[in-house]
């Protein structure tokens, strides 16, 4: 006999919930509540090309309120959002798909917020259950292994019990998930600072084939060489080539802001005032790109990544001082026009970071500086690339 119509709007992108009052035979008012499925704001244009575009995707937010320790002045158009909202997650998934993006990767360092994000929260989305979008797992080393210092020693049995252990938990949960992405038939698991391993490396083609597992690593950095020896001095240090030969997929995207590029100065008297010129940082990327994708000589997949921009400057983390990558859509267009040359002619996957990590500067995602002028940037790239 009542109805009543909420719409909860979020920079487009729709819920309704309708609910009406009726009553029944003996005269009882009742409630009945029905929630309409998400309505997309932008088409999925994602699946019209042939290039799987993997986005690194942050289920952090919300966790111990960290928007108060966020000190920038670019804000997510969203407001201040948590991770474990349902609609929010399908509000980045259409923004995201809606400009090329097939691929969520999702950081995994336990049982933890995150995990309780993508578990409870992320997979119960409406756009996931549709298949709008696939997801992968980025396995945190840092947050998992034993520290070697430096490194992780796989020759450690703690560390090979951990590793079982947690692609055990990660099998169970999520690989067999319809929306999990594969190749082939084999669940992609990056491995985030795997350049790390040393000692009996082989136990990582042992994971990989007991878990039939398509692993990537990170041991394309520009200033890594597949002849380097690590750790050095070390009885049970391994050539960097050696190692990486044991996964199935190598790219630069971990370690490109770390120690490798300070303290080796390649961009020695740059300042954070001033970024670093695009110029220069994609010859930076070059020495690595050429180097490391004449290493996989069709016996890996090289996977280029793009940088969206890099700064320590509101992070609670690293070195304020330490020099910047600068973030803005013209030189993102730049940089992902450079690594679209590098793509692996039969598995053309391209690694971007991030889609929404603020503290870093590093984003993708609609903000109160650019509006959606990065995910534009990478829609036109695409669009271009694909004539």
């Given at each position: 006999e009542k109805f009543s119509v909420q719409i909860k709007d979020i920079v487009g992108g729709r819920e309704y919930k309708i609910v009406a009052l009726v009553r029944d035979l003996a005269g009882n008012e009742r409630t009945a509540e029905v929630k309409t499925p998400y309505i997309r704001q932008f088409e999925n244009i994602a699946k019209k090309d042939n290039i799987t575009v993997s986005v690194l995707y942050l289920l952090w937010w919300g966790k111990g309120d960290n928007w108060k320790s966020y000190k920038g002045d670019v804000f997510p158009l969203l407001g201040n959002y948590s991770s474990k909202d349902i609609l929010i997650i399908n509000k980045h998934i259409d923004w995201a798909t809606g400009h090329g993006i097939d691929l969520f990767l999702?950081?995994?360092?336990?049982?933890?917020?995150?995990?309780?994000?993508?578990?409870?929260?992320?997979?119960?989305?409406?756009l996931v259950k549709r298949?709008?979008?696939?997801?992968?797992?980025?396995?945190?080393?840092?947050?998992?292994?034993?520290?070697?210092?430096?490194?992780?020693?796989?020759?450690?049995?703690?560390?090979?019990k951990?590793?079982?252990?947690?692609?055990?938990?990660?099998?169970?949960?999520?690989?067999?998930?319809?929306?999990?992405?594969?190749?082939?038939?084999r669940p992609l698991l990056y491995i985030y600072e795997s350049k790390g391993f040393f000692g009996d490396v082989s136990q990582i083609r042992i994971l990989k084939e007991r878990h039939n597992l398509f692993l990537v690593s990170d041991h394309a950095h520009p200033l890594a060489d597949p002849e380097t020896i690590f750790p050095q001095n070390n009885p049970l240090a391994v050539r960097w080539g050696d190692a990486a030969g044991q996964f199935d997929a190598i790219m630069p995207a971990a370690g490109l802001y770390d120690g490798f590029l300070w303290y080796r100065n390649y961009f020695k008297g740059s300042q954070v005032e001033n970024p670093v010129d695009n110029r220069?940082?994609?010859?930076?990327?070059?020495?690595?790109?050429?180097?490391?994708?004449?290493?996989?000589?069709?016996?890996?997949v090289f996977i280029p990544s793009v940088t969206t921009g890099i700064s320590y400057r509101y992070a609670p983390w690293g070195n304020p001082e330490w020099p910047r990558i600068e973030r803005n859509p013209q030189q993102f267009k730049e940089r992902l026009e450079f690594e679209l040359k590098y793509l692996d002619k039969n598995y053309r996957i391209l690694f971007i970071t991030e889609f929404n990590n603020f503290f870093e500067e590093a984003l993708v995602e609609p903000d109160s500086k650019y509006g959606f002028g990065m995910l534009l940037a990478l829609k036109e790239v695409l669009e271009k690339y694909n004539i």
């Open positions: 999702i950081q995994w360092s336990g049982k933890d917020y995150q995990d309780e994000a993508l578990k409870y929260y992320f997979l119960n989305a409406d298949g709008n979008i696939k997801f992968a797992i980025l396995y945190e080393t840092i947050w998992r292994l034993k520290n070697s210092n430096p490194g992780w020693n796989l020759s450690d049995s703690e560390n090979v951990i590793l079982n252990s947690d692609i055990s938990y990660l099998a169970e949960n999520y690989f067999s998930h319809p929306s999990y992405f594969r190749v082939g038939n220069n940082w994609l010859e930076f990327k070059k020495i690595g790109n050429e180097k490391w994708s004449n290493f996989c000589d069709n016996k890996l």
